[in-house]
Nanobody
Framework: VQLVESGGGSVQAGGSLRLSCAAS?????MGWFRQAPGKEREGVAA????????????SVKGRFTVSHSQDTAKNTVTVYLEMNNLKPEDTGMYYC???????????????????WGQGTQVTVS
């Protein structure tokens, strides 16, 4: 599985950004994680590619939306993270991750995810 994130940048508080993650390979669940300097990487949102519900961290509920589109012919999927009303505490490196198990168990926990992108920086001032 290959994952490539894009869409990070700098924005003022209250602004919006949209992250994208292009993926190829076999996967059932894709998540977005973030890591601020000196802090643990935390799960932000997860999308079940089999039609299950999305999952969000409490800190982003109502502000972030995860969605995805699939090209079954090419076996590729793109996962998006729409981030609105951004706050300075949303600053960090954002990573896309994929796993072959469904999102129904521990969707925002790092361990089940076996594939990670290189990350894209989000800075909110």
């Amino acid at each position: 599985v290959q994952l490539v994130e894009s869409g990070g940048g700098s924005v003022q508080a209250g602004g919006s950004l949209r992250l994208s993650c292009a993926a190829s390979g076999y996967m059932y669940c894709m998540g977005w994680f973030r890591q601020a300097p000196g802090k643990e990487r935390e799960g932000v949102a997860a999308a079940d590619l089999g039609g299950g519900r999305e999952n969000y961290a409490d800190s982003v509920k109502g502000r972030f939306t995860v969605s995805h589109s699939q090209d079954t012919a090419k076996n590729t999927v793109t996962v998006y993270l729409e981030m609105n009303n951004l706050k300075p505490e949303d600053t960090g490196m954002y990573y896309c991750a994929a796993r072959v198990s469904r999102c129904s168990v521990d969707p925002l926990r790092r361990a089940p995810y076996g594939n990670w992108g290189q990350g894209t920086q989000v800075t909110v001032s």
